[in-house]
């Protein structure tokens, strides 16, 4: 059978184009150090490297979720213990200054210390991180945490302006994590030291009247709640933490063994690839000499 030369030559043009794709391919999966260069030299194995990728970005955003989390946790945390050591203050004031034996004068000079503690709480609990938004306040992070009416009867100023709902963040599988906190409850506090100040600034004060033991019983029992509702959201934190870096670690390890497999179908195996392009190296060069002789071939040839 005669084959026509223009047939011919499309037939080996088109073969040693196929040979300088296939080799042009290889080498640059070889400078890659990759298995794949486009999906279609291993369709499996592809997918199966991007289940891979997109589990790993997943559980990265779970490990910089929980890196976020750890630290807001530990920032409110600080800021709760600033207002434990005011609690614990007041209190330790308020024993000292239900003493009988104290005078007038006496109880006046812990008006000071008592203001100052009410005015560092209410502080602590307006707190605002780096953004400008409230910590305390609940979801509500634009509105201050605690209000101030000055125009109020004394007992009654204080009020608590944010909410008591909570933001989650994900940080696993169907694994969600409460990342703010409120302090509702303090503005009950603040309103007994308020009275308090108020009945220990009084002109003709009595120590031993009894609006002015109420007051300061009254207070001491508030600062005892206070002290647990703070102190029992401090150990909540120390409970989050301790699960967050659990689940740090879990995800640590899914990711070795995620960055692992990918390692073991992504990697080319040098050896073969190098065995294979010799191959394609000899075939190409074996197609152009044959190309080459063929070529110059004619029916003068074999006459």
């Known amino acids: 059978m005669r084959i026509a030369t223009s047939q011919f030559q499309a037939t080996m043009t088109r073969g040693l184009q196929d040979n300088q794709s296939a080799l042009a391919s290889l080498t640059a999966r070889m400078a890659s150090g990759n298995k794949i260069g486009v999906p279609s030299d291993d369709p499996v194995t592809s997918v199966r490297l991007s289940r891979l990728d997109r589990e790993q970005s997943i559980v990265g955003q779970y490990r910089d979720n929980i890196a976020a989390i750890k630290i807001r946790l530990s920032t409110n945390e600080t800021y709760l213990q600033s207002m434990v050591n005011d609690i614990t203050q007041s209190h330790d004031l308020l024993v000292w200054a ?28 307006n707190q605002k991180d780096q953004e400008g938004r409230y910590v305390f306040s609940g979801t509500l992070t634009n509105t201050p945490s605690m209000t101030y009416d000055e125009n109020a009867l004394a007992g009654s100023r204080y009020s608590f302006t944010g909410n008591t709902n909570e933001q989650k963040s994900v940080v696993g599988n169907g694994i969600t994590q409460t990342v703010n906190v409120d302090v509702k409850g303090l503005e009950d506090l603040l309103n007994k030291m308020d009275s308090t100040i108020a009945a220990l600034s009084q002109p003709d004060l009595d120590p031993g009247a009894a609006d002015v ?5 009254a207070n001491m029992d508030g600062a005892m709640e206070t002290l647990d509702l703070i102190a029992g959201k401090i150990a909540s934190f120390g409970g989050a933490q301790n699960v967050m870096a659990t689940l740090d670690g879990n995800h640590a390890n899914v990711s070795l063994s995620n960055k692992t497999a990918i390692l073991d179908l992504g990697s080319l195996d040098m050896t073969e690839a190098a065995t294979e392009l010799n191959g394609y190296n000899n075939a190409l060069q074996a197609s152009y000499k044959a190309y080459s002789k063929i070529t110059n071939l004619s029916l003068f040839n074999v006459l």
């Open 98 to 125: 239900s003493d009988a034996s104290n005078t007038p004068d006496d109880l006046k000079s812990m008006v000071t210390t008592m203001t100052s503690l009410r005015d560092s709480l209410f502080y602590s609990a």
């Open 213 to 217: 033991q109420a007051a300061l019983k």
